[in-house]
């Protein structure tokens, strides 16, 4: 593409070419959209459950095809659920994120802790 400094051809060009390809991305998708603001702003991780008394739930049921972690009113993370689930079990295994981690309402849920720094 040809460099021009000029917003309003930016705009025409790059930025709906990159608003089409979120529309295109996301269009008809399941998305899973976890409200993290409060607590990950403060310690710089997520957690994500994979197990609530002793049943698979959370990362390992969903249906979604993209995570959604909110972080501000102006801050979003999107994923593929695909994408997050192998990228956990790389962080686990190379010990940037830790895995049988309780949590949750009353601490029923069993989940990942993982930096988010570490998932972008």
């Known amino acids: 593409m040809e460099y021009n400094s000029d917003f309003k051809y930016d705009l025409l060009t790059s930025g709906l070419i990159g608003e089409t390809f979120i529309h295109r991305l996301l ?52 994923i593929s659920t695909l994408e997050l ?7 686990v295994k190379s010990g940037k994120a830790f895995a049988n981690i309780k949590g949750g309402d009353s601490n029923l849920s069993t989940g990942v802790l993982v930096k988010i720094k570490d998932l972008l």
Request: aromatic residues 12%; neutral net charge.
């Open 27 to 78: 269009e008809n998708k399941k998305i899973e959209v976890k409200n993290e603001e409060k607590i990950s702003s403060i310690t710089g991780n997520f957690y994500i459950e994979y197990e609530c008394r002793g049943k698979m739930s959370g990362l390992a049921t969903s249906e979604a095809d993209f995570y959604a972690f909110k972080l501000s009113e102006e801050r979003a993370f999107i």
């Open 85 to 91: 689930k192998q990228k956990i079990k790389e962080l």
